[in-house]
């Protein structure tokens, strides 16, 4: 299995943010009044313990799915997809809806002579 | 990294992963370099399990949906469902997975009944001496009398009061054993010991394991090394083979007469020939290890069962937890005595509620059975290698002391040590002896331990009659 080496900072604000997903895709379910078997099947997911483990904060909801789940839920899919965009890639999400554009780095290089 | 603890001693419902699953899973994360293992519960009840690696993303989905295992490796985008997990894990992981140590021998129910016998080789190791074990006042207790056909039952934990009931009626039943009944075929003393002299002497010797060519000559049993741990050229002789379960008078037969187990309610029987070949039948997955690493160590190893109905052959360094399902502990006592206790195995999770028992392989009377407040009193400071902060650190866990005399002295020659303690002592337990990793299992140990109860039940007996084949020594 690839592994990658992880900051423990970065991996526990990465966790939290997953968990704060999870509770917010929990809450637009029941808000739709979908069980997670039921959410599940008009996702096409494979498995319906996903649902639950997306709730629980462990993993992502797959970008492939995500239409569906926003459908599946009444949400609009660009706001569906931005929001957990939020969640699952905060930097990603400040450099295209929120940061300002970075100052240009000068080029590389010394000073001869 | 998360831990779902909410989630993670539910075990109750019936519907939560098992003891044995998650240590199936915990072996199969751990296995996976360095991640973690998460457990958790669908609204519906459905257990799923994640493996994580150290940024938090699964590499694993595991779930038990309908009773079926479905295991996802979100890297390969592969999906494998299996109605086992562990056959699941190694379809998908294939060679990435080691099989599991110590020597499980997991039979399929459909085994069940079968009369025909399936002879294998056990691995057993009787390994690691204490001394000042046993209270002298014990060595003058006499035997108690089994019934043939008998299998020892513990009570543990999960028993329910309707079992306990029967079998404490069958315990009643058993301690007045009809003297008109010859074939009832106790084991006696004097039958122990006329064995233990044919075990001594030259006769004998050949059961013993060569040492190299040359020698002058092979040692007698007495002598000779512990039988390690599926060693396949260990002849069998009728000292050494046997079922725990059927007392019927021993022959004293050295070669050629296979013994079998039988161990009542015509579970597949088991027992190994005197050319000492091994064969194993309808097991399906059958896991066996190599040498311990350190057999001088004992608990060193841990071995657990899967869902079903395991077999799980004991040795001196092994601790087993049976998981779910009726699990048969097999003990394999030494052929001669060797002055001071040897330990057989320890047992953590018996629950004769679900059909636990042991098993004995060999000739020995129990002499024997006593509680204990703190079951590695006289083993934990052997319990780790290099680590006797965590051996220090293992929960008191009561349970049961039950001794065999196996010469017919009337002395604890062998002994196992019994608990119902379950998971998350078995987990310390694992840690205190070196093994390490199971962060999300530790982490939900505590539970456990402070709901583990202790078997305080006597040993009790069933009143299922063996059904031997043809030729077949039931020695106990």
Not at chain 2, 69 to 91: C, Y
């Amino acid at each position: 299995m690839p592994r990658t080496a992880a900051d423990p900072v970065r991996a526990a604000e990465t966790q939290r943010l997953r968990r704060e997903a999870g509770r917010w895709l929990k809450s637009l379910r029941e808000g739709a009044g979908l069980t997670q078997a039921e959410l599940a099947e008009r996702v096409n997911l494979r498995y319906y313990t996903f649902v639950s483990q997306v709730e629980s904060g462990i993993g992502r909801v797959p970008i492939e799915t995500q239409a569906l789940w926003a459908e599946a839920v009444g949400m609009d899919p660009s706001e569906f997809a931005r929001t957990l965009l939020r969640y699952y890639e905060p930097e990603l999400y400040r450099l295209l809806f929120t940061a300002e554009p970075r100052p240009k780095a000068k080029p590389a290089g010394r000073k001869i002579g | 990294m998360a831990t779902i603890l909410q989630f993670a001693e539910r075990l109750a419902d019936g519907q939560d992963w098992t003891v044995s699953e998650r240590a199936q899973l915990r072996d199969v994360g751990a296995q996976l370099d360095g991640v973690d293992v998460v457990f958790g519960k669908s609204e519906a009840g459905d257990p799923w399990c994640v493996v994580t690696d150290d940024s938090g993303e699964v590499l694993l989905h595991v779930a038990r949906i309908d009773g079926d295992f479905v295991i996802h490796a979100t890297h390969e985008d592969e999906i494998v469902q299996d109605e086992d997990l562990w056959s699941a894990a190694k379809r998908l992981l294939g060679d990435m997975l080691k099989e599991r140590r110590g020597v499980l021998l997991a039979f399929p129910p459909e085994a069940l009944g079968q009369t025909a016998v399936l002879a294998f080789l056990f691995a057993a190791a009787m390994r690691g001496e204490f001394d000042h074990w046993l209270p002298s006042s014990v060595s003058d207790a006499p035997p108690p009398a089994e019934p043939r056909g008998t299998t020892a039952q513990i009570p543990g934990s999960h028993t329910s009061e309707a079992q306990a009931a029967r079998e404490a009626a069958a315990t009643e039943a058993a301690g007045a054993p009809d003297p008109d009944a010859p074939d009832r075929g106790e084991v006696t003393r004097e039958a122990l010991r006329a064995d233990a002299r044919e075990a001594q002497t030259p006769a004998a010797s050949h059961d013993a394991p060569m040492r190299g060519q040359g020698q002058a000559h092979a040692p007698a049993a007495a002598e000779a090394p512990a039988p390690t741990g599926a060693a396949p050229n260990t002849p069998t002789t009728a000292a050494q083979a046997g079922p725990a379960t059927n007392r019927t008078e021993a022959t004293g037969s050295q070669t050629g007469t296979a013994s079998f187990s039988s161990g009542g309610g015509g579970d597949a029987g088991a027992g190994s020939t005197g050319g000492g070949d091994a064969s194993a039948g309808g097991n399906d997955g059958v896991k066996t290890a190599g040498e311990p690493s350190n057999p001088q160590a004992p608990l060193t190893e841990f071995v657990e069962g899967g869902a079903g109905d395991d077999r799980i052959a004991m040795a001196g360094n092994i601790a087993a937890t049976g998981g779910g399902g009726a699990d048969t502990f097999v003990l394999t006592l030494p052929n001669a005595s060797r002055g001071a206790p040897v330990l057989l195995g320890l047992v953590a999770d018996f629950r004769a509620g679900e059909g636990d028992r042991l098993e004995l392989t060999g000739k020995g009377v129990v002499v024997v059975d006593r509680a204990e407040s703190d079951l590695l009193a006289s083993v934990r400071t052997r319990l780790a290698s290099g680590s006797a902060s965590a051996a220090g650190d293992t929960p008191v866990m009561s349970g049961r002391h039950i001794g065999y005399d196996i010469d017919g002295d009337g002395q604890e020659d062998a002994y196992v040590l019994v608990t119902g303690g379950g998971v998350g002592w078995f987990a310390a337990l694992r840690q205190a002896g070196g093994v390490v990793g199971d962060g999300a299992a530790m982490s939900g140990a505590a539970t456990n331990i402070q709901g583990g109860e202790a078997v305080h039940a006597p040993i009790s007996i069933t009143a299922e009659a063996p059904h031997p084949p043809p030729g077949a020594e039931f020695l106990f």
